[in-house]
């Protein structure tokens, strides 16, 4: 019975998003706010500095937006804007119908089957908390993916 309790509990700290700590338990987490707060007093110190400073990054990030997609058009290699690699990629359904399956066939075209396997998570968790799955197995199939809101990087 215990080591049910354990799964169930497992289980559940999986689908939860997490408790919420105190900011000083996670010292990266206080040195962030700090540098931030240090950041922000030195814009408010800086006002005109940084409305040039984002002004130049505003016009900086359009030109590169222009430029790239300008060299990307024409298929060429200017300046830092380097055509380091080409590849092909086929669309092999439409290639198909286009061409009809013997030439398809004869071109390079392969037909092939495939299994698609598929699961229904809330059967699984529900067979993972009732011990039906053990939890040994379930590290080497299931992954737990977060997200999370978090600041942005500062652009400059």
């Given at each position: ?69 300008k060299v990307r058009a024409l298929g060429v290699t200017c300046g830092p804007f ?31 089957q495939r299994a698609v396997y598929e699961v229904d998570s809330a059967t699984v ?32």
């Amino acid at each position: 019975m215990a080591s049910k309790k354990k799964s169930d509990t497992d289980t559940n700290a999986l689908a939860e998003k997490g408790k919420r700590l105190p900011i000083g338990d996670i010292p990266e987490v206080q040195e962030f706010l700090d540098l931030k707060q240090e950041l922000d007093a030195l814009r408010a110190e800086h006002p005109a500095v940084f409305m040039q400073y984002n002004d130049l990054v505003d016009r900086y990030n359009t030109k590169l937006e222009e430029a790239d997609s300008k060299v990307r058009a024409l298929g060429v290699t200017c300046g830092p804007f380097e055509n380091f690699s080409v590849s092909h990629t086929f669309d092999a359904a439409k290639m198909l119908d286009e061409l009809g399956e013997s030439t398809y066939l004869a071109c390079g075209g392969k037909i092939t089957q495939r299994a698609v396997y598929e699961v229904d998570s809330a059967t699984v968790l529900a067979a993972i908390a009732s011990g039906k799955i053990p939890k040994e197995a379930v590290d080497n199939f299931m992954t737990v993916k977060r997200s999370y809101h978090a600041p942005k990087k500062i652009q400059g």
